[in-house]
């Protein structure tokens, strides 16, 4: 009997740059310039966008890896890659209480089967438990509903800033405050 269920995502974090092959960095790199290029909020808001330039920033985020301050939460689907995002905390003592969720992003293959919220939630837990944070915050682009994708998942708009980000020529969209508290 063939089963023709959907693939069940399995999550997972990288906590230190050595735990991040070559052939991950370069399967981040598509990812994000694939989601790029299809007009996610993930980064680089102007497609096509250069491949070269996308990968030197997920280095930068690989070698920013430590388990106290940076995470790596992925997605897969099948042992392929189906999305991942940045989970950072300052370790400054002001705010070393909250975190942060950076470049959020499912691969187009991917896209409705969970995988976005799922990563959401796995960064709540990871952030909560094994970091001993109390709050997140993200910036999201205003104009293409990611406030009520979040919204649905526990976040709360705290603000805006009007007009923050300039697209294109008379196309400036809000930079969307949001907040998880308590975790």
Do not use: K, N
Request: net charge negative; aromatic share 6%.
């Amino acid at each position: 009997m063939i089963d023709d269920r959907p693939a069940v995502p399995h999550y997972t974090q990288l906590v230190t740059p050595d735990s991040v092959s070559h052939t991950l960095v370069a399967s981040l790199a598509a990812c994000w310039t694939e989601v790029s290029d299809a007009g996610g909020a993930a980064g680089f808001p102007f497609p096509p966008v250069d491949p070269a330039e996308v990968t030197a920033a997920v280095d930068r985020i690989v070698t920013s890896l430590d388990p106290a301050s940076s995470r790596l939460v992925l997605a897969t689907l099948d042992d392929s890659l189906a999305g991942w995002l940045h989970l950072r905390r300052d370790p400054f003592p002001l705010v070393a209480h909250w975190g942060s969720v950076h470049h959020v992003q499912t691969s187009l293959r991917a896209r409705g089967l969970g995988v976005g919220a799922g990563l959401m939630r796995r960064a709540r837990t990871i952030a909560r438990d094994e970091m001993g944070l109390e709050q997140l915050r993200l910036a999201a682009r205003g104009g293409i509903g990611l406030e009520d994708f979040y919204g649905r998942l526990g976040w709360q708009e705290i603000g805006r800033w009007p007009g923050a980000l300039r697209m294109g020529a008379e196309d400036d969209r809000d930079e969307i405050l949001m907040l998880l508290s308590p975790l």
